[in-house]
């Protein structure tokens, strides 16, 4: 009978080794599954910072364009504003001789 016993104590020590085995196998399977999340959420974190960043870049860059455009045409406008406030009584003068003179 002892070897039957201890057949016996081996085949219940393997079959706890098994169930260890297997609590073990899904404790890591959970911890993959936990690390997996955790890089797929700092990836789409990192995703979300790049995306800002380049947004407010972009947006800076085109508000600094747009005010250059803006002071641009601002003066080209007060050029001619200033050219015409100079010259259009001759401008006016011309014109008007021009017609009478075409008849």
């Not at 790049?50 to 860059?61: G, N």
């Amino acid at each position: 009978m002892d070897i039957i016993s201890e057949i016996l104590e081996t085949d219940k020590l393997a079959d706890e080794k098994i169930v260890k085995a297997h609590e073990k196998q899904a404790q890591l399977e959970q911890q993959t599954d936990e690390e997996i999340e955790r890089f797929k959420q700092e990836a789409k974190d990192r995703i979300e910072a790049y995306r800002k960043k380049t947004e407010s870049r972009t947006k800076s860059e085109s508000d600094g364009q747009i005010a250059r455009i803006t002071k641009d045409e601002q003066e080209k406008i007060a050029k001619i504003d200033e050219l015409y406030a100079n010259k259009h009584k001759k401008w006016e003068k011309v014109i008007f001789e021009k017609v009478l003179s075409s008849d």
